[in-house]
């Protein structure tokens, strides 16, 4: 027994560690931490009593989320909400570290090997995994879930995954060898699908488009099993006993689908909901709820502004059929480089994170995030709020205000008609109210050096006909699961350059690009220190460039409440260790 | 009767194969096509979504998209018939074309609506799913409507030009204007937050072990049904009060007044019954838009209705769900329109139905 007597404005950590004895036969070596603030004056003696305390069993988590999960197979989802839920059965040949976002030995492979050209990789899985009904989880289920993303009968966005897979071999249950065509030093990625459980399916892959287990997976190899789904009200999974790396503590976890914003953080605070998404102006309220905490992190994302270097009204793929790249018909005005760094000049990023994200950002100066610590390049400059250089930039590029109207036209401006006025149409997504302030702001901004911006917020659908059709000026959008590696050759390789599908959307063509994005992925050995140099050169090209305006990287909150110890969130999983929590009380 | 009733559903046909065309043209012209907007990732390669249109039949010419999803026959170019012969699907080759015809076994015109291309789930079972929580939340919104809006319609006729006449008038005017999503936030925060008497949405308290509780579900049903009763309480409330003016001014009231009965009867027995007449023709239609389910409203209860699942079929471009919907829909509203009728030749002997 220990007797204490708090001083005022102490703080007290009192670390108790007991040997408890237990029910079970094994003893648990259990580590209790309490952190008293004494805020007051206060006569009181708190008397801590070393009672052994096993982790408690029981308690539900109760996730919001504004939008439904689709489909609960892994290789036809396409949308976040459906991997939220689905990710609880089905087990992934590779882990990733919570915190880092590093590939690691975590799921079912072990260790793995590469051959000396970095074609040929050997995976060697874990031994005694299994299924909740008790067969086991092998190698064949790998081979089955790869190979049905290639068959013909099966419709599914992953078609891609496969595309650099020369042949997926098993010699045994317990080794994968994957062979691929050429290397890709992101090329692992392809590999992190969800294994569909092959005993469920019919061998030919004729049912997996129908099955019931698309809808109520009847077995998993992760902490929960499926329990029940009601289509945009909950999804009730329930703990798995037989989970290998040992039955959560807890009993269940549910997915319940709330909207409205402001509801969900309405649940949030009556205990309704135990985690949501919060956007920055729910903080305050949270902040202040004793029963709430909050977890702030980067987000592998960031929000930009799209500039359009080909001709909106005669959009043209970035190369031909042969390969050769194509001169582009020039954006009447964004295709000019000055006015690009004009536009990069003239907003004031530090008023935008502070007062449109409500300082939940940070500033990017090029296309890497800085948590891609070693392809970051921190040397490149951030583009510095100064509109007297924009509008200095604007003169030269042949863009003046000549008959005093507070518009500039063209006087000796590179790709337009002499006296065309400096005007633009500047989009975004209907409802997303951060963007909508964005855009109200970067219009007044970019007006009082001389541009005229017509700003629209228009729904999403029809955004991203416009985006992919490359029929726009500039758009306000952002990326998001950008994931741990920095190549991100879709947004600036003129391979991906193709109105109406590809996301090199703004026609951005620069062959020295091309070759460093090309060179970086293909590497012999992928090593992070031999990737680095072309990351670190393409992010200067890029910052010169200006094919997107950097607005700012995504911080993400996430409101949860104290029901729960345990709880150890990292920015790339929140849930990784759930099966460890317990109930606090 | 009965061929007033063949005849009508016979001028249904027609009128329906109509909005099937109309609305194919409309959910196919929206700026968007549901692969881009679907598959908006970088990830997904446009070999991928070219792989994907062909297997969904997108690559089509629209009448010939329009033949599958109403006849469930699709023709193509060429003999693919290994390619397609899928499933339920049958396919022969006619060699003299050069084209493939498959039965897919599906069309509107076989009552089957498609697949939905989110959920990969037939569309007539989604909105068969759908059914429960619409009615539930509709028929209660329908009823209190009806129950606060009709009596208050005609005590403000009774009381005409009163205080209360003046309230309910105003408060009428109010109900319609108030934004239901900004009301329905008010009511959160002040019964569900603040109050912690009733919760804040959905349509059960959610829990592992899901039992049907009528108390708690009745609980859950109070607020939506509130913000959903309350426009029609006070369309009701006018429509009531004008009727009720118009029939106490004719010569049978008088006639009952005369004889010395009760200003309860006269009004309540006599008035009442044949002001309700008219409020037939516009409930026909309100009981189909209560099955259309209210966006709003479900959006903001997180009510798992008809609404919500047709805003976001429309929203990720989920043409075949978006289509049912609307196919469902218009049929409701034509079986809607043709109960009032009915209903209004027997309440109303005047009206002869011909």
């Known amino acids: ?585 | 009767m009965t061929r007033y009733v063949l005849r009508r559903l016979l001028q249904a046909i027609p009128t329906l194969i109509g909005i099937s065309i109309i609305s194919f043209i409309l959910v196919n012209s929206t700026p968007g096509d549901p692969i881009a907007v679907r598959y908006f990732d970088p990830n997904i390669t446009e070999e991928t979504k070219a792989i994907l249109r062909r297997q969904l039949g997108l690559d089509q010419p629209l009448y010939l998209q329009y033949l599958n999803w109403f006849a469930g026959i699709s023709l193509r170019r060429g003999d693919v018939v290994e390619e397609f012969a899928v499933g339920q699907t049958t396919c022969t080759y006619l060699a003299w074309l050069d084209t493939t015809l498959c039965d897919t076994q599906g069309g509107i015109l076989r009552g089957n609506l498609g697949t939905s291309l989110s959920t990969k789930q037939p569309v007539w079972d989604r909105l068969l799913e759908r059914m429960p929580a619409t009615l539930e939340l509709g028929l209660a919104a329908l009823l209190v409507s009806l129950l606060v809006g009709v009596p208050l319609g005609v005590l403000s006729a009774v009381y005409q030009g009163s205080w209360f006449d003046n309230t309910v008038r105003v408060l009428a005017v109010v109900g319609n204007a108030l934004p239901a999503f900004w009301f329905a936030l008010m009511l959160i925060f002040l019964f569900g937050v603040v109050l912690g008497w009733l919760p804040t949405g959905g349509r059960q308290t959610v829990s592992l072990e899901m039992r049907f509780d009528p108390v708690d579900r009745l609980q859950h049903l109070i607020l939506p049904t509130v913000i959903l009763a309350l426009g029609p309480i006070a369309t009701y409330s006018r429509f009531m009060r004008t009727e009720t003016l118009e029939v106490i001014r004719t010569d049978y009231v008088r006639t009952a007044k005369a004889k010395g009965l009760s200003p309860f009867s006269v009004w309540f027995v006599h008035a009442l019954r044949n002001a309700m007449i008219p409020l037939l023709t516009i409930l026909g239609p309100a009981i189909t838009g209560l099955l259309s389910g209210a966006v709003v409203t479900e959006t903001v209860f997180a009510w798992p209705g008809m609404g919500r699942l047709t805003l976001n079929a429309a929203f990720q471009r989920d043409y075949p769900m978006v289509l049912g919907a609307v196919m469902f829909f218009s049929a409701l509203t034509i079986l809607g329109n043709l109960l009032s009728d009915i209903f209004y030749g027997i309440v109303d002997p005047r009206v002869r139905l011909s």
């Open chain 1, 1 to 585: 027994m220990y007797a204490h007597r708090f001083t005022p404005l102490a703080v007290l950590t009192i670390l108790v560690v007991v040997l408890a004895a237990c029910v079970q036969p094994t003893p648990i070596v259990e580590t209790v931490r309490e952190t008293v603030v004494v805020t007051q004056e206060v006569e009181k003696v708190v008397v801590v009593t070393p009672t052994p305390v096993p982790p408690k069993r029981g308690g539900v988590w109760v996730e919001g989320s504004s939008a439904d999960a689709s489909i609960l197979n892994p290789i036809l989802a396409s949308d976040s909400a459906s991997f939220d839920v689905l990710s609880w059965f089905y087990p992934s040949l590779i882990g990733q570290d919570p915190f880092s976002g590093a590939v690691v030995p975590t799921e079912m492979a072990e260790r793995w090997e590469v051959s000396e050209d970095g074609l040929v990789w050997t995976f060697y899985l874990r031994d005694g995994v299994q299924w909740s009904d008790g067969t086991p989880v092998t190698a064949q289920d790998f081979k089955f879930t790869y190979d049905a993303i290639a068959s013909d009968l099966v419709e599914t966005p992953r078609k891609s995954n496969v595309e650099l897979i020369e042949s997926i071999e098993i010699p045994d249950d317990r080794t994968v060898v994957v062979t691929f065509k050429s290397v890709k030093c992101d090329g692992l990625t392809d590999l992190g699908l969800g294994w569909l459980p092959r005993h469920k399916f019919a061998e030919d892959f004729s049912d997996i488009m129908t099955s019931p287990e698309n809808e109520a997976p009847s077995v998993s190899a992760g902490p929960f099993v499926f329990k029940e789904w009601v289509r945009d009200d909950r999804a009730t999974v329930v703990r798995n006993e037989t989970y290998w790396k040992g039955a959560p503590f807890m009993d269940g976890w549910i997915y319940k689908i709330v909207p409205d914003p402001g509801a969900r953080l309405a649940q949030l605070q009556t205990g309704e909901l135990d985690m949501i998404g919060l956007q920055p102006e729910q903080l305050t309220t949270v902040e202040l709820d004793p029963n709430l905490n909050i977890y702030k992190f980067k987000d592998d994302g960031y929000s930009y502004i799209a500039l359009n270097m080909g001709n909106p009204e005669n959009p043209m793929p970035g190369r031909d059929e042969e390969g050769n790249i194509v001169e582009q018909d020039p954006h009447p005005i964004l295709s000019d480089k000055l006015v690009r760094q004009a536009i990069a000049h003239a907003l004031d990023y530090d008023t935008i994170i502070s007062k449109v994200y409500l300082g939940q950002g940070y500033r990017m100066a090029s296309n890497v995030l800085p948590a891609v610590e070693w392809a970051y390049d921190p040397t490149v400059p951030f583009y510095p709020y100064e509109p007297e250089t924009a509008q200095a930039l604007l003169d030269e590029a042949g863009w003046t205000d000549s008959d005093g109207d507070g518009v500039r036209e063209c006087n000796g401006c590179a790709t337009a008609e002499e006296g065309t006025p400096l005007e633009l149409t500047l989009i975004t997504n209907a409802g997303n109210t951060t963007r909508e302030d964005l855009g109200a702001l970067v219009q007044d901004q970019l007006n009082e050096i001389g541009f005229q911006i017509n700003f629209e917020a228009i729904e999403f659908g029809t955004l991203v006909q416009q985006l992919l059709g490359q029929t726009f000026d500039m758009v306000i959008i952002g990326w998001t699961g950008l994931g741990s590696d920095p190549n991100d050759d879709a947004f600036w390789h003129t391979r991906f350059d193709t109105p109406g599908s590809g996301f090199n959307f703004v026609s951005y063509s620069n062959p020295k690009v091309d070759e460093l994005l090309e060179q970086g992925v293909s590497v012999p050995g992928c090593a992070p220190e031999d990737r680095a140099p072309y990351y670190k050169e393409i992010q200067q090209i890029i910052h010169e460039d200006v094919p997107y305006v950097f607005v700012t990287g995504t911080v993400a909150n996430i409101g949860y409440s104290k029901k729960f110890n345990g709880v150890n969130p990292g920015p790339w999983s929140f849930y990784w260790n759930i099966e460890k929590w317990s109930l606090a009380e």
